[in-house]
């Protein structure tokens, strides 16, 4: 019986990292709980338009109604380098004093983000954290491209802290369209 129990928590917790839904049966009951019922912290990258040859901005924003703590976080972003490239990453309006937005592109349709504190660091607010902009290459096709978004979070120890995440996009449009809505 106390097999099923630690099993049960294991087979919770691998489905609330994994983000779907797992039956747990314990002695005649079935239990189902999916991911997004498990309320965690969400990490989402929004979303802009804009014609070839503009520049683009995505916000990158932080929601934790769970209570969680959560001092640090990492973003990986992905997305097309044959329609955008990275202009630059900037603190959003709402990061903590004290706290440093760390970038670098770590290849050619990949940005890596982190958000950290090498002093006290505090729980992070709710808002805006960091703003990236990106400029719509001139070749881009009209179209709508996907900007994906790995999330990862920690606590003050540096512990792992379940976190879930929404992409974004970008809607490319003729300029014909941007100029007359």
Do not use: W
Request: proline share 6%.
């Amino acid at each position: 019986m106390r097999l099923i129990s630690v099993l049960g928590l294991f087979v919770l917790s691998v489905a609330a990292c994994t983000q779907v839904a797992t039956p747990l049966k314990t002695d005649s009951s079935t239990t189902t709980k999916a991911a997004s019922q498990l309320h965690l912290p969400m990490l989402t990258v929004g979303s802009s338009a804009g014609a070839p040859g503009e520049q683009v901005q995505i916000a990158l924003s932080f929601l934790n109604s769970t209570g969680i703590q959560v001092t640090s976080l990492s973003a990986d972003i992905a997305f097309d380098d044959a329609a955008l490239e990275i202009i630059d990453a900037k603190p959003g309006p709402d990061l903590l004093p004290g706290y440093q937005l760390l970038s670098g592109k770590s290849a050619s349709n990949l940005l890596r983000l982190g958000v950290i504190s090498f002093s006290a660091p505090k729980t992070i607010k709710d808002g805006v954290i960091a703003t990236v902009n990106f400029r719509v290459k001139p070749e881009a096709k009209i179209g709508n491209t996907k900007v994906t978004l790995k999330p990862g979070a920690s606590d003050a120890r540096g512990n792992f802290v379940a976190i879930s995440g929404s992409n974004g996009l970008v809607q490319i449009m003729p300029q014909e369209l941007k100029k007359n809505p």
